[in-house]
C-alpha cells in the first residue's frame, strides 16, 4: 500500500487561508468516507484535527475544515494563527481493516 | 483525561525480539478497537495493526505480517505487541491510538524502539 500524497510543504499570512491536499486511489480515498487529518507539533503526539472526511472532534476550532473529491482529500485551515504552523498528516481507511497515512505537509505561518 | 502510556521500547540487535505494551485509562477500553501506528525518525505516521474491542480480531501492515503480533487485556486495560525477527528499518517510535470514525482519535506519546547492531 503506498503512502497517500502530500505537498511537502504550504504557508500563509496569519489571518490567511491554507489548503492541503491528500491524493490517493480509487481504492483508498476515493473508495471510503473515513479520510482523517492530524497536526503534529515538533516532539509531539499526533492530534486528530478532522475525522470522516469532514468531521471535527470536540475541542478542534471551525477554523479547520475538510471535504473530499474523488481521490482527492483536502484539509483548510482559515485564519491562520501562529500556532496552526505544524506537520499535517492525513490518513485513509484502505479496507480490510487496513489504513494508509499521507506523506505529510509542514505548514509554515508566514 | 484519556491516557495512553506506552513502554517497552530499547535497543535491539537485529533478528531480536521486543514486547511493547500500551498502558490505557479516562475511558472505556474495552469497548474500542485499538492501533499501534509507528514513526521513523523524521518521517510521518505508518500504520502498524489494529485489534477488535474483544481481541477476536487482528490486522497488519504488509511490512510487519508474520513477525508482529498485537494482543489485549481488557481486565487490564492493557493492549500489546510482540515484535520478533526485527529489522533495522522497524526503527521507530511506536505509538498506540484508539479508534475514531476508521482513524486514529488519541495517541499515546510513543516508545522509542531502535534496531541496530
Known amino acids: 500500500q503506498s503512502a497517500l500524497t502530500q505537498p511537502p510543504s504550504a504557508s500563509g499570512s496569519p489571518g490567511q487561508s491554507v489548503t492541503i491536499s491528500c491524493t490517493g486511489t480509487?481504492?483508498?480515498?476515493?473508495?471510503?468516507?473515513?479520510v482523517s487529518w492530524y497536526q503534529q507539533h515538533p516532539g509531539k503526539a499526533p492530534k486528530l484535527m478532522i475525522y470522516e472526511v469532514a468531521k471535527r472532534p470536540s475541542g478542534v476550532p471551525d477554523r479547520f475544515s475538510g471535504s473530499k473529491s474523488a481521490n482527492t482529500a483536502s484539509l483548510t485551515v482559515s485564519g491562520l494563527q501562529a500556532e496552526d504552523e505544524a506537520d499535517y498528516y492525513c490518513?485513509?481507511?484502505?479496507?480490510?481493516?487496513?489504513?494508509?497515512f499521507g506523506t505529510g505537509t509542514k505548514v509554515t505561518v508566514l | 483525561e484519556v491516557q495512553l502510556v506506552e513502554s517497552g521500547g530499547g535497543l535491539v540487535q537485529p533478528g531480536g525480539s521486543l514486547r511493547l505494551s500500551c498502558a490505557a485509562s479516562g475511558f472505556g477500553f474495552g469497548g474500542n478497537w485499538m492501533s499501534w501506528v509507528r514513526q521513523a525518525p523524521g518521517k510521518g505516521p505508518e500504520w502498524v495493526a489494529s485489534?477488535?474491542?474483544?481481541?477476536?480480531?487482528?490486522y497488519y501492515a504488509d511490512s510487519v505480517k508474520g513477525r508482529f503480533t498485537i494482543s489485549r487485556d481488557n481486565a487490564r486495560n492493557s493492549m500489546y505487541l510482540q515484535m520478533n525477527s526485527l529489522r533495522v528499518e522497524d526503527t521507530a517510535l511506536y505509538h498506540c491510538?484508539?479508534?475514531?470514525?476508521?482513524?486514529?482519535?488519541?495517541w499515546g506519546q510513543g516508545t522509542l524502539v531502535t534496531v541496530s547492531s
Open positions: 480509487s481504492s483508498d480515498i476515493g473508495a471510503y468516507d473515513y
Open positions: 485489534i477488535k474491542e474483544d481481541g477476536s480480531e487482528k
Open positions: 490518513s485513509s481507511y484502505s479496507g480490510t481493516k487496513h489504513h494508509v
Open positions: 491510538a484508539t479508534h475514531r470514525g476508521r482513524g486514529f482519535g488519541y
